[in-house]
Every structure is written in C-alpha cells, then in structure tokens.
C-alpha cells in the first residue's frame, strides 16, 4: 500500500453536489437499528474548476432519515470550505477538512455526520485523481492486483434460501446471514445454509450488536460445528472490554467488528488488541481512502483478516473494492449485499465469477453515474 500522502495532484474544486436516493421495497424488515423500509443512498459529486468529475458515497442507513442531514453537512459546511482553496492532492483535503470540521464535531456530538461527508467527498476526490492519471485507483495506491475475493451478504436469516441458491448461480462462494438477539431464534436458518452450500463455502453471521453482554459468550456455542469463518459484531462496541475478550476467547470462530469504529483509535485498538481476527471497517462512514489506506496496509501487516463493511450504492461498493485490491491481502473479502439494489445495480457491471471479482483497469473509481437515470430515485435536499 502507497501512502496516499505521498500522491499529489493539485486540486480545485468548484462544486459539491449530493444526490439523496430513496427507493421503497416491497418488504420492510426490522433491525436492531430500525425499520428499514427503502433503499436509500447519499452519493456526493464533486467537480474542480478545470471541469473534472467525481463521484463518492456517503453512509446514510441509519436512522433512515440521516441522508438529509448530512446533505446539508456537504453543501454548507464541506462544499464552501473546499471552495475557498487550494489542495496539493486529496490527502491534503482530506487532513485539511477533518481539522476544519473538528469544532464543529465536538460542538454538535455529530461525529458520525461529519465523519461519512468527509469521507464521501474524499472517494470523489481520488476518482478525480484516477481518471486524471487514467490509472484505477487501487493501482494508484499500490495494489498488484485487480481481482479480489467476494462474499454474499443477506439482509436476514430466516427465508433466504432462493437467494442463496441464486448467489452460488452467480459464483458467489461465501455467505452472511443475520442473527439478531437470542441465536435460537435463527440457529436453524444457519443449519439449512451450511447444508444448502456444503461444506468448503464460508459461512458467518452478523448480529448487528444485538446480543444481551450477559449471555453473548454462551449465545456464540450455538454456532459450534458449523464451521463459521466469523461472528460480526455480537454485542456493541463500547460495551466492556473483559466482555469482548470473554467472547473472543470462547466463540467457535473468529469475532469481527470495524463498521461502527469511526476514529483511528478506535481501529488502532481493534488491530493491536486479541478481539478481533476479522476487521472490516467502512470506507464511506469513516475515513475515505487517505484515512482508511494507512489503516488497511495496517489490518493486513497485524496478520488480521480485512473485510471492509459495506453496504450502499456503486460509488460505495466500487471504492471498498478498490482499497481491499489497494491493500494486497491474501484474505480479504469484499461484502457484497444480494438483494436488489438500484443505487448500485443500476450501475455495477462486474461479474462474479468463483467467488472474485475483477475490477478493472478503467481509471478511477471506474463508474460513472448516469444523472438523468437516478432522478426518478432522487430526494430532494432540505434548504436552510
């Protein structure tokens, strides 16, 4: 991994545009985190005055109204600051925004907000940088190679057996079913996977830190001969570090975690301590590529596992896939959610094909997205 503080290309910028996206789906599900009732996805267009584009994510899922918010974050708080001057290159912005943004986060206890706008303008950023080099940005940060391992994502446990099938249809070779609260409740769900895709695919398990601390340790023997490559986030990330390492020390698989750390300290502990053997940080909720790149060449360099979370529209996926290909890992995994996503499937090309996919030389983020496609999704963003 190149440090992406050594890669200049002087930047300036003449607009940030967000683009709300919303699409109702014919099933809501409940979630640890709320009803989820729609599709929804924050993308961010950037352009310099030499009239260059490019195109970044924000996280937005929740709650599923933050889009809005952090809309307003891009347009009267990132947007004028950018506006007002000149970058040797997208780390420089990057550094310059997060310091310039710092009052403001403690003010308002919005860390979170803020954290995702600035990383979804430096995603734009890089794209920019890549199609002016005309190099794929995972090669500009130093990967060897474009291809990277993949792994299906299902939003539930219970009833995602055609899914599945479909999945391995497509080439997918690993699975993530959710296990929200007591695993009884799904263990069963779990049994069928592991019989339906055999014994060689991976199989793991996100409970979106919805166990009870008290009884996590001793929910995790549930999964006990399943072979499970991983069990996600059982309980929250604040909870008790003498818990986490209980849990780690008695799980049947490795415990991963990373979605919901959103400072470098917070990695730091997860890469330096013995909880985790999966890290998956978000590259659209904290950090962008000049925070997360250092952080992945790290993950890897540890002997830990990187499997970036990520679930969002193509400007988001795209880039978790070009920094895992950035970080040369030989263990990496893409998360790739199955079920339809038009932010993303309106846009997303690559195949997956025995579990990998190909990202490509094309320069940049290697997507361009189409404005007039995506108006029929678009939401309006709050003036004030």
């Given at each position: 991994?190149?440090?992406?503080?050594?890669?200049?290309s002087?930047?300036?910028?003449?607009?940030?545009?967000?683009?709300?996206?919303?699409?109702?789906?014919?099933?809501?599900?409940?979630?640890?985190?709320?009803?989820?009732?729609?599709?929804?996805?924050?993308?961010?267009?950037?352009?310099?005055?030499?009239?260059?584009?490019?195109?970044?994510?924000?996280?937005?899922?929740?709650?599923?109204?933050?889009?809005?918010?952090?809309?307003?974050?891009?347009?009267?708080v990132?947007?004028?600051f950018?506006?007002?001057?000149?970058?040797?290159?997208?780390?420089?912005?990057?550094?310059?925004?997060?310091?310039?943004?710092?009052v403001?986060?403690?003010?308002?206890?919005?860390?979170?907000?803020?954290?995702?706008?600035?990383?979804?303008?430096?995603?734009?950023?890089?794209?920019?940088?890549?199609?002016?080099?005309?190099?794929?940005?995972?090669?500009l940060?130093?990967?060897?190679?474009?291809?990277?391992?993949?792994?299906?994502s299902?939003?539930?446990?219970?009833?995602?057996?055609?899914?599945?099938?479909?999945?391995?249809?497509?080439?997918?070779?690993?699975?993530?079913?959710?296990?929200?609260?007591?695993?009884?409740?799904?263990?069963?769900?779990?049994?069928?996977?592991?019989?339906?895709?055999?014994?060689?695919?991976e199989?793991?398990?996100?409970c979106?830190?919805?166990?009870?601390?008290?009884?996590?340790?001793?929910?995790s023997?549930?999964?006990?001969?399943?072979n499970?490559?991983?069990?996600?986030?059982?309980?929250?990330?604040?909870?008790?570090?003498?818990?986490?390492?209980?849990?780690?020390?008695?799980?049947?698989?490795?415990?991963?975690?990373g979605?919901?750390?959103?400072?470098?300290?917070?990695?730091?502990?997860?890469?330096?301590?013995?909880?985790?053997?999966?890290?998956?940080?978000?590259?659209?909720?904290?950090?962008?590529f000049?925070?997360?790149?250092?952080?992945?060449?790290?993950?890897?360099?540890?002997?830990?596992?990187?499997?970036?979370?990520?679930?969002?529209?193509?400007?988001?996926?795209?880039?978790?896939?070009?920094?895992?290909?950035?970080?040369?890992?030989?263990?990496?995994?893409l998360?790739?959610?199955?079920?339809?996503?038009?932010?993303?499937?309106?846009?997303?090309?690559?195949?997956?094909?025995?579990?990998?996919?190909?990202?490509?030389?094309?320069?940049?983020?290697?997507?361009?997205?189409?404005?007039?496609?995506?108006?029929?999704?678009?939401?309006?963003?709050?003036?004030?």
């Open positions: 991994m190149i440090d992406p503080a050594t890669i200049h002087t930047l300036s910028i003449a607009s940030v545009e967000p683009f709300i996206l919303r699409i109702p789906i014919a099933t809501p599900v409940k979630t640890p985190m709320g009803m989820v009732d729609s599709a929804i996805a924050l993308l961010v267009r950037v352009t310099t005055t030499q009239g260059e584009e490019g195109w970044g994510e924000v996280w937005c899922n929740f709650p599923r109204f933050s889009a809005f918010n952090r809309a307003v974050i891009l347009t009267k990132i947007g004028p950018l506006k007002s001057r000149q970058f040797a290159g997208p780390y420089e912005a990057w550094s310059a925004m997060s310091t310039a943004a710092n403001l986060r403690l003010q308002s206890g919005d860390t979170g907000a803020i954290a995702s706008a600035i990383a979804g303008v430096d995603i734009a950023l890089w794209d920019i940088v890549g199609k002016r080099e005309r190099r794929p940005i995972w090669s940060l130093g990967g060897k190679v474009g291809i990277i391992d993949t792994y299906a299902l939003g539930r446990s219970h009833g995602g057996e055609e899914m599945i099938e479909d999945a391995m249809k497509r080439g997918f070779r690993g699975f993530k079913l959710r296990c929200w609260g007591n695993p009884d409740q799904h263990i069963g769900a779990y049994h069928k996977a592991r019989a339906q895709i055999g014994p060689d695919m199989l793991m398990t996100d979106n830190s919805s166990w009870d601390i008290a009884h996590a340790a001793d929910w023997q549930a999964f006990a001969g399943l499970m490559s991983f069990i996600e986030e059982p309980i929250p990330v604040d909870s008790p570090k003498a818990v986490w390492q209980e849990i780690a020390r008695r799980a049947p698989a490795k415990i991963a975690g979605e919901n750390m959103i400072t470098e300290a917070m990695l730091d502990d997860a890469i330096d301590g013995d909880v985790y053997g999966v890290v998956q940080p978000d590259i659209c909720k904290y950090g962008g000049s925070g997360l790149a250092p952080i992945a060449a790290r993950i890897v360099g540890a002997g830990k596992r990187y499997a970036p979370h990520i679930f969002s529209g193509a400007p988001g996926l795209l880039a978790s896939a070009h920094i895992l290909a950035a970080a040369n890992s030989p263990d990496g995994a998360e790739y959610g199955i079920e339809y996503n038009p932010p993303r499937d309106d846009f997303v090309r690559h195949q997956i094909r025995d579990g990998k996919i190909e990202i490509g030389d094309a320069p940049g983020l290697g997507v361009e997205v189409d404005v007039d496609q995506i108006s029929r999704y678009h939401v309006a963003t709050p003036s004030w």
